[in-house]
């Protein structure tokens, strides 16, 4: 045996350990004999449960976007996760500083989860049951099953990462969602669907789902000189086709500065 330091609570503190792996296997072994690799074992577990699941319940629940490398490439698909799927949102609380003041990014609010996973995605399942869609929470977990299981084996195994951390909730923009609502409340969906989201592969079809509405207000511009007139509009539009529009727009924004990204390094080869 050996000893190395970790630090919790401030300190660095002498812990003893396994010198070698045989070590570490010996201090395992429970029979006289031995067997199999209990070191190997515990390093699987331990990056299994440090890493892949955590990652995995992030995008079970919340999905994640497509990631592409330098060239272009796929190298991470899209995945929906539960909270998109059902549109049943996980709780969340704006986060404040120490002198009580909502801490700001981008011109918006941020926010973090106050719900666990586990007790989120226990409300969803009974609040599917409630609605009737499922009969029991036993048919609504099933139902989840093979998604479930379809989102870990994309989840790749990494020895070498540190333990991950992910974002919190996804909040669109709200510039982006009033340009959707404006696009929505203008009636040029088809120009949109036509000229950009077809870069993506995408259509935006409207729900027209009133339930809860979006409302904003605007400085008009004059169409000429791109200035403000100094007056004001409103608009008023499904609070749901405006987050879903105001997505595939983000989207495209993200596409269109990857190719930008994309022609510049291809100017510099």
Same mark, same amino acid.
């Given at each position: 045996?050996?000893?190395? %330091?970790? /630090?919790? +609570?401030?300190?660095? +503190?002498?812990?003893?350990?396994?010198?070698?792996?045989?070590?570490? @296997?010996? @201090? $395992?072994? *429970? $029979?006289?004999?031995?067997?199999?690799?209990?070191?190997?074992?515990?390093?699987?577990?331990?990056?299994?449960?440090?890493? &892949? +699941?955590?990652?995995?319940?992030?995008?079970?629940? !919340?999905?994640?976007?497509?990631?592409?490398?330098?060239? #272009?490439?796929v190298v991470e698909t899209a995945i929906i996760g539960v909270e998109d799927q059902t549109e049943i949102k996980r709780q969340t609380e704006e986060v404040k500083d120490k002198t009580g003041k909502v801490r700001m990014?981008?011109?918006?609010?941020?926010?973090?989860?106050?719900?666990?996973? %586990?007790?989120?995605?226990? /409300?969803?399942?009974?609040?599917?049951? %409630?609605?009737?869609?499922? &009969?029991?929470?036993?048919?609504?977990?099933? !139902?989840?099953?093979?998604?479930?299981?379809?989102?870990?084996?994309?989840? !790749?195994?990494?020895?070498?990462?540190?333990?991950?951390?992910?974002?919190?909730?996804? *909040?669109?923009?709200?510039?982006? *969602?009033?340009?959707?609502?404006?696009?929505?409340? $203008?009636?040029?969906?088809?120009?949109?669907?036509?000229?950009?989201?077809?870069?993506?592969?995408?259509?935006?079809?409207?729900?027209?789902?009133?339930?809860? +509405?979006?409302?904003?207000?605007?400085?008009?511009?004059?169409?000429?000189?791109?200035?403000?007139?100094?007056?004001?509009?409103?608009?008023?539009?499904?609070?749901?086709? $405006?987050?879903?529009?105001?997505?595939?727009?983000?989207? !495209?924004?993200?596409?269109?500065?990857?190719?930008?990204?994309?022609?510049?390094? #291809?100017? #510099?080869?």
């Open positions: 045996m050996t000893t190395k %330091e970790y /630090r919790t +609570l401030g300190y660095a +503190l002498p812990f003893e350990v396994p010198a070698t792996v045989e070590e570490f @296997n010996q @201090n $395992a072994w *429970k $029979a006289p004999t031995g067997e199999g690799n209990p070191c190997l074992a515990e390093g699987i577990n331990n990056i299994v449960y440090r890493g &892949s +699941l955590a990652e995995f319940r992030y995008v079970f629940l !919340h999905g994640r976007d497509e990631k592409k490398d330098d060239k #272009g490439n990014k981008d011109g918006e609010a941020v926010t973090k989860f106050v719900e666990s996973e %586990e007790k989120y995605f226990d /409300r969803v399942i009974a609040q599917l049951v %409630e609605e009737k869609k499922y &009969s029991s929470d036993e048919t609504a977990r099933q !139902h989840f099953e093979p998604f479930a299981k379809e989102v870990a084996a994309q989840i !790749h195994f990494d020895a070498a990462a540190r333990e991950k951390s992910f974002a919190g909730p996804r *909040k669109l923009r709200a510039d982006i *969602k009033l340009t959707a609502a404006r696009i929505i409340a $203008a009636g040029t969906i088809d120009k949109v669907n036509k000229n950009y989201l077809v870069n993506i592969g995408k259509e935006f079809v409207p729900t027209n789902d009133n339930t809860k +509405l979006f409302k904003a207000t605007y400085d008009v511009v004059d169409p000429v000189t791109k200035k403000p007139t100094g007056k004001t509009a409103e608009v008023e539009v499904s609070d749901k086709d $405006a987050e879903a529009l105001g997505w595939l727009i983000k989207e !495209h924004q993200d596409w269109k500065r990857a190719q930008e990204q994309l022609a510049m390094a #291809g100017m #510099g080869e």
